[in-house]
């Protein structure tokens, strides 16, 4: 999880492009369902 919670305030600081955007979504979907 840290990985995910140091990923969030990277991409708050930066624009997010749509793509990146659902990437991340499925990353945390694909973290917390084992």
Do not use: C, G
């Not at 919670?5 to 499925?26: F, M």
């Amino acid at each position: 999880m840290s990985k995910t919670t140091a990923i969030i305030p990277d991409k708050l600081e930066r624009p997010v492009s749509t793509n990146e955007h659902i990437d991340i979504s499925r990353d945390e979907s694909a973290t917390r369902q084992p």
